[in-house]
């Protein structure tokens, strides 16, 4: 243990056992060492090895049996085998009007008495810095009292733009405050990047499936979705893409979350990220990368943004801050290299700057300790529900159910047994007032129809677990119809 | 007189003469009734007598000579000519790509030291209630304390939409909170409007000269301007329109700003707006109109909106609030009549929905007896304003300069001697760190490249007079050059 390390002593015991939890050390059953062996091992007091316990099995990660000590959950990693990648290469004349599906999806979900909303990708309100950000905003409001008679500031409020320069260093990535445009959260960052970088009719490649969002602004923008195959551990295929623009050499752009993509929650490994920036750089053809989650990871180990490898501008990142600090702020940025001056036209003539208010706030709150506090809470609350919700899936749904655990992000991807249609899980969800995210709105083929996501942002409440057990009697009905 | 009336008793008394001055019954240079006359004759005191003849000084209708009384003042409008309308239509082929234009202007003005901004469309920070908003935020933080951790309503806040839709009432608007959608600023409402109705190539007729942001939203959405001749009086010529049209039967929308026209101010009769609603509805051509100054008139008459006469849901109504009540919040919204499901679709696509704490403020500010003492102090401010900086641009500007003096909005829209440019104008006028916005801006055409905008947002001080003087001084000696 380090006394140096910013972490509490029993955080850092813990998340020592957990590396030996997670890379098999300790295996699935095995007895977890007893207190007092922590306390010799290590040199620490008894609260502090009772507190590293308690807070690995507040996680799921141990359980306590009466007498016995602690031990090795079963996890469901090792129950439910790994969502099994798609490496269908989609040619874009398939391609169909994905936006009317995702419309009739909200439009129905408005309309439905929602209880229990596991179709989300955002945390439970509890989860984020309410009362530090309303304190903070109410400070601001005092000491600008003119602040609503006042335009904002061109291209964001130059502080908070610092304060995101100063936060992107974590992630590889040398910016100014000049290099950031503040936008109304990564929907208009991306809409923004796509508009800077192609026309309509333009060929887009997106990982297959990808975040619906992204599919319903090409639409709009009447851009034409390539979809790459992407695999739940590591991301787009790079070998796919190198194909898919051997078929389409007019491909303008691509497009990848390559930390906790959603809804895979895919991890690109840096060697990857360095090669996919290297070869659109050759190309011609500008990478845009939507960093929506990677502060949502399990560890405090920062991932590596693309634009770290960035040395031309020809990749424009993009981010939000939305799921991370605020769902109640729009706030999100893009840092869009060579298109700089572009991108700043497109966002006054789209929205105008975004307003100060909230800007001003986060360029106080993030400066502070109490952001990093947040952050590591965050992360372990979503890591905990993460754990619970697998371990239902795996208990409750049918065998066949195959599931990727990923090491951070909201969502878990959850392949169902093939004959299953989620749209058909997702009404009979809704009647019952539970809302999930079917698989067919991540993707204009119909190959993801029998996956569907569910939000892991939600404390795991009976409610929670009532729901998902439900769902499990769905989908064991419908299949049991079918076969 | 009368007692039911919410207005103060001087206010009414002052307006009772200003109509007297603006119909002529009472002539410049006439004397004004002495103040014992307007005792005895309107049975009021003698303090409200002197107060309603300070009010109408202040405005700058009539000045007091030592020892006589008050005398009605020489008027600009009685000076300077007015504005000549120009009459010629456009062909879409010769468009040019605007956004360059004022991207140029815009970066230049933001490097620039600007001490005197009279180039931009909004009051100075003081004329806004910024201390009565910052106090309803700070309750509506106290009241909500989950609020940032909260995902804001699709569309917009209902409280919000349900205050506007009764707003709108007031300019003949029968709305309901469903129709409704909540916007970033007018601009954002437009850019949903023209995706809702029209695609890239498609031919849009707008004012001639318009509001460049408009020019600059058509230009990043691929679409082509056609610009139909537009009277300083009475707005867009339907009859102008109407042989576009013949030339150019593909037409697919037309936007117009009925109400204070930006540059010129022109009201459209209502007669005419209710014909052009009858004539675009016929044609199956959609009708966007942009409403961001009819809350800025000098009456309290509330002008009628387009949408007042729709009956098809063929008029996309949008509107701001960014000029009328907070230039520190973006919030403007659009009634997208028969297009609601595209434009919802659209907003969330490009922005998702705003952000929940300024809608709430304004639901709550606007629905108070203080938003209308505050609309009544605005225009009364901004009229007195429009006057002092249109005497000041008749007394200095050389003397083949024309003006309308409109009766609302927040600028003034100067024709120079036409062989001034209004560019160099711009530029040597930034030298001396005075901003303003030279026609060239206002149109894809060069017939506007000798007229100015000249803002009446701000407090006519001795520095705004300076700016003028020297704007005049510079165009006088441009002129002396080129003669
Ligand atoms: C990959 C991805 N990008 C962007 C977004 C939306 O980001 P924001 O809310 O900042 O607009 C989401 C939300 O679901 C997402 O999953
Ligand atoms: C006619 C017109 N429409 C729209 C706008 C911008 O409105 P908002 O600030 O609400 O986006 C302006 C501002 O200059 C304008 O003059």
Avoid at 21 to 30: E, P, R, Y
Avoid at 413 to 430: A, H, M, N, T, Y
């Amino acid at each position: 243990m380090n006394a140096m390390d910013p972490l509490p002593l029993y955080r850092q015991l813990a998340s020592h056992y957990l590396n030996a939890i997670d890379n098999g050390t300790l295996a699935v059953g095995a007895r977890m060492p007893s207190v007092r062996t922590l306390m010799a091992r290590h040199s620490v007091s008894l609260s502090t090895a009772l507190q590293a316990c308690r807070e690995l099995e507040q996680q799921g990660v141990l359980e306590a049996r009466p007498r016995s000590g602690y031990f090795v959950r079963a996890r469901t990693r090792a129950l439910a085998p790994a969502v099994e990648p798609v490496l269908h290469v989609a040619d874009p004349a398939q391609y169909v009007g994905i936006h009317e599906r995702v419309s009739a999806i909200t439009a129905r979900s408005l309309q439905a008495d929602v209880q229990t909303n596991l179709g989300g990708a955002c945390g439970a309100p509890e989860l984020y810095p309410n009362e530090a950000l309303s304190r903070t905003a109410q400070r601001v409001l005092r000491q600008k009292p003119m602040l609503f008679g006042e335009n904002a500031p061109h291209n964001g409020e130059p502080s908070f733009r610092l304060t995101l320069a100063q936060r992107a260093l974590t992630h590889g990535m040398q910016l100014t405050t000049d290099d950031i445009i503040v936008a109304h959260g990564c929907v208009e960052a991306l809409n923004l990047a796509l508009r800077a970088v192609a026309q309509p009719g333009d060929i887009i490649a997106v990982e297959s499936p990808t975040f619906f969002g992204l599919l319903q602004i090409l639409e709009t923008l009447g851009m034409r979705a390539l979809e790459i195959p992407t695999s739940p551990q590591t991301g787009m295929s790079l070998e796919a893409l190198q194909r898919a623009a051997e078929t389409y050499p007019e491909l303008k752009a691509v497009v990848v979350v390559p930390n906790f993509q959603n809804p895979l929650g895919s991890i690109m490994p840096d060697a990857t990220k360095q090669a996919l920036v290297a070869w659109c750089e050759q190309r011609d053809i500008a990478l845009i990368e939507d960093d929506t989650y990677s502060a949502l990871t399990n560890d405090d180990v920062p991932l590596r943004a693309l634009k770290a490898w960035d040395k031309t501008g020809n990749v424009i990142h993009c981010a939000s801050l939305h799921k991370v600090v605020s769902p109640g702020m729009r706030l999100g940025w893009i840092a869009p290299g060579k298109w700089l001056a572009r991108c700043q036209m497109l966002k006054y003539a789209q929205t105008r700057p975004n307003e100060a208010l909230n800007q001003l706030v986060l360029a106080d709150y993030m400066a502070t300790p109490a952001y990093d506090r947040h952050l590591r809470r965050l992360r372990q609350h979503l890591r905990t529900q993460r754990l619970q919700v697998a371990d239902a899936v795996a208990a409750y749904f049918p065998e066949e159910t195959r599931l990727s655990v990923p090491s951070g992000g909201l969502g878990l991807w959850v392949e169902l047994p093939d004959q299953i249609s989620s749209r058909e899980v997702f009404e009979r969800g809704l009647d019952q007032g539970i809302r999930i995210a079917p698989g067919m709105m991540f993707s204009n083929s119909t190959r993801f129809d029998h996956f569907i996501r569910l939000s892991v942002g939600l404390p795991y409440t009976p409610e929670v677990e009532r729901a998902i057990r439900a769902l499990a009697r769905i989908v064991d009905r419908m299949g049991r119809v079918a076969a």
